[in-house]
């Protein structure tokens, strides 16, 4: 997972101010700059991005029979596994959890669970994790991955429409993080809910909130995009809550999360 900053518009130009070398020239024939189209990356760059990661994932994360089977189980049951997160985030929200010393976490947004299984393994012996899956099928097959990594005792999974579910979870058992993951035409109610949820000092974490740019393209009108422009709108005016977003290049393409912190 690559991370660089954001602006308005995704391509030459933008990625220009990384790729100058010590000479002051530009890495002009870098495949980054071939590009035919402004409606997304190339091929090109999607398997140049691949590649980058798959070579700092090769030095920096060790193989895991717990992870990459439920890779394959994810495969088999017929989720996309475009839905999961990289091994990059992965490992990211792994050592999160550890830097803050995080002992409840929440989750929205289960899946096959291979992000609950990536946080669930940084968690002390009395750690848990309530995490929310809206389907049935889903919550099958993460709640055997989960078994199968001997981390059911630090894992419970709430089925149903989050939007229902979190509601219900009282604050006076705050979570030091909260992975939102999910639906994003709901990010807004999520993020509100997850603020309710958190400490002080507290990290929320909110994945796919750059796709490929197009949150910044005023031009696009798109639910899912919509709801990340009313996400940051809130955080702009919320005196209780510091974020930034950080955009990534890596295996899923152009995305990137955002980040904040409760202050308060």
């Not at 518009?9 to 933008?14: D, I, L, W």
């Not at 990661?53 to 394959?72: G, K, M, V």
């Not at 309530?130 to 991955?145: D, K």
Request: charged share 25%; proline share 5%.
């Amino acid at each position: 997972m690559v991370l660089f900053p954001i602006t308005r518009n995704y391509g030459t130009r933008q990625l220009a101010l990384s790729m100058w070398n010590l000479s002051g020239k530009c890495h002009h024939r870098h495949p980054v700059f071939r590009r035919a189209s402004s409606l997304g990356p190339t091929r090109e760059q999607e398997l140049y991005w691949k590649r980058s990661d798959e070579y700092h994932n090769s030095f920096l994360i060790a193989p895991d029979e717990h992870l990459e089977r439920t890779r394959q189980r994810t495969l088999d049951a017929g989720i996309l596994p475009d839905f999961a997160v990289s091994e990059a985030l992965g490992k990211l929200l792994m050592l999160l959890c550890k830097s803050i010393n995080a002992k409840r976490v929440l989750e929205v947004g289960t899946l096959a669970g291979y992000s609950t299984i990536c946080m669930a393994k940084a968690l002390p012996k009395d750690g848990l994790i309530v995490t929310h899956e809206l389907l049935p099928e889903h919550a099958e097959v993460a709640t055997e991955n989960v078994a199968y990594a001997g981390l059911s005792n630090k894992v419970k999974i709430v089925v149903g429409p989050a939007v229902d579910t979190l509601p219900n979870l009282p604050s006076s058992e705050p979570f030091d993080l909260a992975f939102i993951d999910a639906d994003k035409e709901n990010n807004l109610n999520y993020f509100k809910q997850a603020e309710r949820l958190i400490r002080p000092g507290g990290v929320i974490i909110v994945d796919n909130v750059v796709r490929e740019g197009r949150t910044a393209d005023l031009d696009v009108v798109d639910r899912n995009v919509e709801e990340v422009r009313a996400l940051l709108k809130y955080i702009k005016a919320n005196a209780k809550v510091e974020a930034t977003t950080i955009a990534t290049v890596g295996t899923k393409g152009y995305d990137g999360f955002l980040y904040a912190v409760k202050t308060a």
